[in-house]
């Protein structure tokens, strides 16, 4: 009888022991899922040069109002794919789809087209060129017109300035203002605001930006065949050079990450801020553009 009674309050040891690890392991999962809520209050995001100011001014905005910290990098479209494909970033930006870019496994990821940038070449102002057909543009670039002269400006040695291949804002432009022509070699930069300062201070050069970075006189926009790079233009289609300004995730967005994704696509930012960095709403064009680049009237 005493060996039966010493079994039970054995067992019943073991059960509040049991009991107390459980509970233990309960703390635990709490304390996890606050570490979570923790990681959450900040996302980063790669990519894009020509998207940066967008989507920086977006989260400089966005974090004034939220507790939470949103980390805005540059470095290309190429490097926004690769690093939200690898999760090295909540956010990859990109100018071009993730289909155009080898070595991206676009199926894993999901496109949220936040706005449309036009993009158009940078020119010096000395050079005395403010307009270009395109077939002049194309010799340009790949270097069979060599000086200003020789399409009504300055007589002055045309420099290039490019950027590199991993750029987005250089895939637009060869695809839709080089009609896919390969440019002949110059000084390559990574970065617009660098491709922007080179132009400016080099008598002669010659690149390619987003819209949202002519912001003064310092470096002239390119009219390509008398048409104006300007939002009417480029939102009806007579302009051709522009792109979709895409925010990438690997899968669904968490929670913050679509939080903020639908903060960029709030009235404050596409009724507003677009306009003031240089954007257009996406929902305000008029063609639409697919990852072969075929265009068709909305």
Request: net charge negative; aromatic share 6%.
């Amino acid at each position: 009888m005493k060996k039966a009674k010493s079994i039970g309050i054995s067992l019943f040891l073991m059960l509040v022991v049991l009991l107390l690890s459980a509970c233990g392991n309960g703390d635990a999962s709490e304390e996890d899922n606050e570490d979570s809520k923790e990681i959450q209050k900040s996302i980063t995001i790669s990519g894009s040069s020509a998207m940066q100011p967008l989507v920086a001014a977006a989260a400089a905005q966005y974090m004034e109002e939220f507790d939470k910290d949103i980390i805005v990098n540059a470095g290309g479209s190429g490097t926004g794919l690769s690093e939200v494909s690898d999760g090295t970033v909540n956010i990859g930006n990109s100018d071009v789809f993730a289909e155009e870019k080898e070595g991206i496994t676009a199926n894993e990821l999901i496109d949220h087209k936040v706005a449309v940038v036009g993009i158009t070449g940078a020119i010096n102002p000395e050079a005395g060129v403010e307009n270009l057909s395109k077939e002049d543009l194309i010799k340009v670039f790949t270097g069979e017109i060599k000086n200003w002269a020789d399409v009504g400006g300055e007589d002055q040695e045309i420099v290039l300035v490019n950027r590199p291949d991993s750029s987005g804002t250089r895939d637009t432009f060869v695809n839709h203002a080089l009609d896919g022509a390969t440019p002949t070699e110059g000084i390559t930069e990574d970065s617009s605001n660098t491709v922007r300062k080179i132009v400016q201070e080099t008598p002669g050069a010659i690149g390619y930006l987003a819209l949202s970075y002519f912001n003064d006189d310092s470096v002239i926009p390119l009219s390509i065949d008398n048409i104006e790079a300007t939002d009417e233009n480029i939102q009806s289609g007579e302009f051709p050079i522009w792109a979709y300004q895409h925010s990438y995730t690997k899968g669904e967005p968490t929670e913050l990450e679509k939080e903020f994704l639908d903060y960029m696509m709030s009235d404050d930012v596409q009724n507003t801020l677009l306009a003031e960095q240089g954007y257009i709403s996406a929902t305000k064009m008029e063609v639409e553009r697919d990852a072969k680049g075929n265009e068709t009237v909305k």
